[in-house]
């Protein structure tokens, strides 16, 4: 993104154009021992990070399935 930025004759310095990210990931899991589902069962992990260098914010989410009330 700084690339095009740039070439349009507008200067942000990566340090201040990535804070405002929040950083995501989508992560499908296999639980073996989980009660009342199979051990063959997908769940999914969400994993999201953000905050300043020095006190990262990072939460984690865990569910059996990807409904809409999920993150």
Known sequence: ??????????DIPRQTSARWVIHCD????????ELGREPTSQS??????????????IMFDYSTNRAHEVP
């Open 1 to 10: 993104m700084n690339e095009v930025l740039c070439r349009h004759g507008v």
């Open 26 to 33: 989508e992560t499908r899991v296999q639980v073996m021992i």
């Open 44 to 57: 999914w992990m969400w994993m999201q990070a953000n905050g300043q260098p020095n006190q990262p914010v």
